[in-house]
């Protein structure tokens, strides 16, 4: 079992900047691959970045190229998603997630572990 907390959103003018943590506890999380999802009123699950257990594979949604980066720092147990020149289309509900599997999964099912999420609310 992982369990997932999220934090770091609020509310930010569009071009600002937000970094969002996941911190993990339980089982070692260095064995698992972390991601990003998010989630706006009314709408599915997307997929936003994920990265290897050990931080050299990266994968981005074609939306955020460019604006977000994934890291992670496995002696502190701790993801991070840096979002940087943000757009009142990236207001959503932000959620780390992990999985032992691997990082190349798109899809919500694909992941096992979730965070509760955090809030993110980008003003024009």
């Known amino acids: 079992q992982v369990q997932l907390v999220e934090s770091g959103g609020g509310l930010v003018q569009a071009g600002g900047s937000l970094r969002l943590s996941c911190a993990a506890s339980g089982r070692t999380y260095s064995n698992y691959a972390m991601g990003w999802f998010r989630q706006a009123p009314g709408k599915e699950p997307e997929f936003v970045a994920s990265i290897s257990w050990s931080g050299i594979s990266k994968n981005y949604a074609d939306s955020v190229k460019g604006r977000f980066t994934i890291s992670r720092d496995n002696a502190k147990n701790t993801l991070y998603l840096q979002i940087n020149s943000l757009k009142p289309e990236d207001t959503a509900v932000y959620y780390c997630?992990?999985?032992?599997?691997?990082?190349?999964?798109?899809?919500?099912?694909?992941?096992?572990?979730w965070g509760q999420g955090t809030q993110v609310t980008v003003s024009s």
């Open positions: 997630a992990a999985d032992p599997r691997g990082s190349r999964r798109y899809t919500k099912d694909d992941w096992l572990y």
